[in-house]
């Protein structure tokens, strides 16, 4: 479970950028892990380790029915040899949206849970009762969050760290996991900015500090989370990010997620025009894959967009 290839980064062209002085560069960690990208494969790497460590032979998570997460942790089973059980968040369609399409035609099991006894995933007795009816099984928190995805996380600063010099690091925030897996891992002198992809999403910097907290990192580098380029909210469609998507694969010649990604690059660009980052440093924002939901995304909303990208 290596992925020993360098990162790849690319230089960002951009006017504001060039206006204020500084290197802007996209970290390609979309194309890290072909079936596995970004952080889902960071998270998953020493979870995966620690389920074969302690027996297990299957893996149970949770998500809502266009998850990456979901679709990640199928597709992590059919390569490491897991079987894969999804407990999907609301009630069950027919016929399945493409992401979870994908998810069967990896192996993973899907089970439903209404929209209010979901919130109780956590729960202990809730689990237990779960695992009772499942059988054993190695759990994973929705999002693939926990200290074990921070250690994975904090792998890429380190590889970053060892190819170039940089003074911030960009990423896009669903559960803060990433952006905490990185901040035991960035120097003194090198800050972190977060920028989050769901409405009312003040709650990330308290569960970063939690999450840090519990896994025992000290924090050294300064950081934030912004939380002013939500669109709307998680998955809502907005004409204006779809127009900056398709400006950016003209730009760039990358495709960005309309999730995570595509919020994270309009919020640095926004901020460089704002002065943000100081003039002269090397800014690097993180491409942290997520393209399967464009298949979801358009299910959903192509009725309502004159554009939608080639996706390969």
Known sequence: MTTADPIILQELDEPTARHHGIRLILLRDDLKHPELPGNKWRKLKYNLLEARAQG???????GGAFSNHLAAVAAAGRLYGFRTIGVVRGESTSP?????????????????????????????????DLLHQTGPAYILPEGGTN??????????????????SFDTLCVACGTGGTLGGFLAALKPQQQAVGVAALKNGGFLQDDINVL???????????????TQYHFGGYAKFSPDLM???????QRHGVLLDPLYTSKLLYGVLDLLNQDYFTAGSAVVAVHTGGLQAWAGFRARFEKRSSWWPEVA
């Open 56 to 62: 297990h032979d299957t893996l149970l998570t949770f």
């Open 96 to 128: 399945l949206n493409p992401t979870l399409v994908q998810a069967v035609a990896d192996g993973m099991t899907l089970r439903y849970l209404d929209r209010d006894t979901y919130h109780y995933k956590q729960e202990p007795s809730f689990q237990a």
């Open 147 to 164: 200290e074990l995805a921070l250690r994975g996380c904090a792998e890429l600063v380190t590889e970053l760290n060892a190819q170039t």
């Open 212 to 226: 840090t907290t519990a896994a025992g990192q000290t924090i050294a580098a300064q950081w934030s989370v912004q």
């Open 243 to 249: 127009t900056f998507i398709r400006q950016f694969q």
